[in-house]
């Protein structure tokens, strides 16, 4: 599964379907995953799983555990966003995660061959970086809002 720029080609041809296949006047591009978004709930998780296809492939392209992580930000932040009726159907018009993901991909220094390790691994990888960064900042928050009731239960 070495670099084929036809693999690549067809993830940039996908995300551009999905972000900014649409030209509004003006000049503002919009794609597929919006209108796709619109649908409540099972919209979003269409929307994620095309995304998710593109990470995969990428993995396989022999994209880093660290630029997984990246792409997979872009995608789970754009689909939690993306359930909020109203504000997260204009946020997936204007945040285009595959088209970042795809740019990220384009940018990144890939291997000439398939020897950099197992995609499934770098996958692995990457969620687990991810769930950890979550769990971190859930954390964060915890502490944060009990220190903020601390504070208040004081002034008090």
Do not use: H
Request: no cysteine; charged share 15%.
């Amino acid at each position: 599964m070495n670099n084929s720029p036809a693999r690549l080609n067809r993830l940039k041809r996908l995300a551009r379907t999905l972000d900014s296949s649409i030209v509004l006047p003006g000049g503002y591009r919009i794609g597929l995953d919006g209108f796709i978004g619109l649908v409540p709930v099972a919209g979003d998780l269409v929307g994620a799983a095309l995304s998710t296809y593109i990470i995969f492939e990428s993995a396989r392209l022999g994209a880093s555990m660290w630029l997984l992580v990246r792409m997979m930000f872009n995608v789970l932040l754009e689909t939690a966003v993306g359930v909020i009726p109203v504000l997260g159907d204009l946020f997936d018009f204007a945040w285009k995660a595959n088209d970042r993901n795809v740019a990220l991909l384009e940018r990144a220094d890939l291997p000439e061959s398939s020897d950099t390790g197992s995609p499934r691994r770098r996958l692995g990888g990457a969620v687990a970086a991810l769930l950890l960064g979550f769990i971190v900042v859930l954390i964060a928050i915890l502490v944060l809002a009990i220190q903020v009731l601390l504070a208040v239960l004081t002034a008090l």
